[in-house]
T-cell receptor, first 115, second 110 residues
Framework: EAEVAQSPRYKITEKSQAVAFWCDPI?????LYWYRQILGQGPELLVQFQDESVVDDSQLPKDRFSAERLKGVDSTLKIQPAELGDSAMYLC?????????????FGPGTRLTVL | SQQGEEDPQALSIQEGENATMNCSYK?????LQWYRQNSGRGLVHLIL?????REKHSGRLRVTLDTSKKSSSLLITASRAADTASYFC??????????FGEGTQLTVNP
């Protein structure tokens, strides 16, 4: 069964350093999402892509976060510089645009710890 | 911002018992979805119910939706230890954007 891939699974960094996360969605899924999940809370959407275009980045802290999906397939989320409050799980999800479906498929996440 | 609020925040039951989790939301929705998250893992989609539906079943799962009360419930029947996880409701109001609640932590004791 196809899955969303994410790497790394765990990342420890010091504040003010740069960090990047990678996501490979299920093949053929045009829509890709990045979520941030603080411990004990539900995920919150950071950015949504439709193919290579950003559809919604209203919750993305653009002074330090950036996201790209250059070829409309895999995606990278970057934080520079990282802050203590960025410690969280970063989840990637994808969704097919074929048919009438709103189901999103999530990857295993990247657990970020900022020291 | 969180749209949904789950109740209870934590639930502990014995294997074989039923577990009921509730979700309330604030604005009109297109659909409501339930997801499960095992500790430290990604989310797994369980079931989707559209705004014009009142009840859906999937295996041991039963979901109800009351749009007049802006609430939904998830029932897991004959629970198993493997059902131990966090359960989140998520609403879709426009497009495909999911807005999650804060989740219910379910513990099923063997």
């Amino acid at each position: 069964e196809a899955e969303v891939a994410q790497s790394p699974r765990y990342k420890i960094t010091e504040k003010s350093q740069a960090v990047a996360f990678w996501c490979d969605p299920i093949s053929g899924h045009a829509t890709l999402y990045w979520y941030r999940q603080i411990l004990g809370q539900g995920p919150e959407l950071l950015v949504q892509f439709q193919d290579e275009s950003v559809v919604d980045d209203s919750q993305l802290p653009k002074d330090r976060f950036s996201a790209e999906r250059l070829k409309g397939v895999d995606s990278t989320l970057k934080i520079q510089p990282a802050e203590l409050g960025d410690s969280a799980m970063y989840l990637c999800a994808s969704r097919s645009d074929r048919g009438r479906t709103d189901t999103q498929y999530f990857g295993p996440g990247t657990r970020l710890t900022v020291l | 911002s969180q749209q949904g609020e789950e109740d209870p925040q934590a639930l502990s039951i014995q294997e074989g018992e039923n577990a009921t989790m509730n979700c309330s939301y604030k604005t009109s929705i297109n659909n409501l979805q339930w997801y499960r998250q095992n500790s430290g893992r990604g989310l797994v989609h369980l079931i989707l119910i559209r705004s014009n539906e009142r009840e859906k079943h999937s295996g041991r799962l039963r979901v109800t939706l009351d749009t007049s009360k802006k609430s939904s419930s998830l029932l897991i029947t004959a629970s198993r230890a493997a059902d131990t996880a966090s359960y989140f409701c998520a609403t879709v109001t426009s497009g495909s954007r999911l807005t999650f609640g804060e989740g219910t932590q379910l513990t099923v004791n063997p």
